[in-house]
């Protein structure tokens, strides 16, 4: 009989690495525009071109797939068109967030130690509040709807949080995200394998850059393919395949207005930014509040 349960006593790291050594071919990503480090490369004018052509499902099969069975994520060059909604949108969250310093709702990072960078906990809801315009322009955008709808199809719900990595803050530990990323493995055990492989499909994380972005920066770090670990969220926090992951992740500079969406599975961590400028990106995740991504689900209508 097939097995369904598992404890921290079955992960293997040979079996990780295998999996994470895997490459990529820009011949299987028609549609693409480069391959660097193996994440596979988008141009949004391109994009933009297909949404409403017989090409769109030819399309969102391609992304589909890169997600689930290839390297698990996709970075969309220039994904935003207006930069002046971007800056906008910045000037909005830097207002929040100098007025949560001084109130009871500062409550930082769970990542990072005091002050070393900055968080808006429920930044949707807040950004509307503020400036309903600028809210309406920043979240029509639809490429960010097409990409979402690859992965999730349609009816899916959107929160958002901010994160700024600041100068001198340090890269956080590699993780996974919802639903289970953040459950003690005694917990995670007690999860058949199927329900822990089906949590993936239920939500897509995406992340925008509100500044350049180059590596020094604190881009976020991540490994390809480890969303295809099935034991992966027994094993993130486990001493070899940090190990593991600290020396194969990687970084990419991001431009103004780039996105970057992938698995909830895949092994992610901010990076460090010791540089003197501070990088302003914002950052979407679920209603259970965790990490600092941009998170989406399926939900009736």
Request: charged residues 25%; hydrophobic residues 35%; glycine residues 6%.
């Given at each position: 009989m097939q097995r369904y349960f598992f404890d921290v006593d079955d992960i293997k790291l040979s079996e990780f690495a295998s999996l994470c050594s895997q490459t990529v071919s820009l011949e299987d990503y028609n549609f693409s525009s480069d391959i660097q480090q193996r994440v596979v490369i988008y141009e949004g004018d391109n994009i933009r071109s297909l949404i409403s052509t017989p090409q769109a499902l030819d399309l969102?099969?391609?992304?589909?797939?890169?997600?689930?069975?290839?390297?698990?994520?996709?970075?969309?060059?220039?994904?935003?068109?207006?930069?002046?909604?971007?800056?906008?949108?910045?000037?909005?969250?830097?207002?929040?967030?100098?007025?949560?310093?001084?109130?009871?709702?500062?409550?930082g990072d769970h990542f990072a130690k005091a002050g070393e960078?900055?968080?808006?906990?429920?930044?949707?809801?807040?950004?509307?509040?503020?400036?309903?315009?600028?809210?309406?322009?920043?979240?029509?955008?639809?490429?960010?709807?097409?990409?979402?709808?690859?992965?999730?199809?349609?009816?899916?719900?959107?929160?958002?949080?901010?994160?700024?990595?600041?100068?001198?803050?340090?890269?956080?530990?590699?993780?996974?995200?919802?639903?289970?990323?953040?459950?003690?493995?005694?917990l995670v055990s007690e999860y058949p394998i199927s329900a822990q492989i089906l949590s993936q499909f239920?939500?897509?994380?995406?992340?925008?850059?509100?500044?350049?972005?180059?590596?020094?920066?604190?881009?976020?770090?991540?490994?390809?393919?480890?969303?295809?670990?099935?034991?992966?969220y027994m094993a993130w926090r486990d001493s070899k395949f940090i190990e593991y992951f600290q020396k194969h992740a990687v970084q990419l500079a991001l431009k103004k207005g780039d996105a970057v969406f992938f698995s909830p599975a895949l092994f992610h961590a901010a990076g460090t930014n010791p540089n003197l400028a501070t990088v302003l990106p914002t950052y979407y995740r679920p209603p259970v509040l965790s990490v600092r991504l941009w998170n989406l689900w399926i939900v009736p209508r």
């Open positions: 969102k099969t391609e992304l589909h797939h890169c997600i689930k069975d290839g390297p698990g994520v996709v970075v969309v060059r220039q994904a935003f068109q207006d930069m002046k909604v971007i800056d906008r949108a910045t000037e909005i969250f830097q207002e929040i967030i100098d007025e949560e310093k001084t109130s009871d709702q500062n409550r960078n900055e968080r808006i906990w429920n930044a949707l809801q807040k950004f509307c509040e503020r400036d309903t315009e600028t809210f309406i322009d920043y979240y029509n955008n639809p490429l960010l709807c097409f990409v979402t709808e690859a992965w999730l199809g349609p009816f899916f719900q959107m929160t958002s949080q901010v994160n700024i990595v600041k100068p001198g803050g340090q890269a956080q530990k590699p993780h996974r995200d919802y639903h289970l990323g953040f459950q003690e493995n005694s239920l939500t897509l994380q995406e992340s925008v850059a509100h500044t350049d972005m180059d590596i020094s920066s604190g881009s976020t770090m991540m490994l390809p393919f480890s969303h295809q670990y099935p034991l992966g």
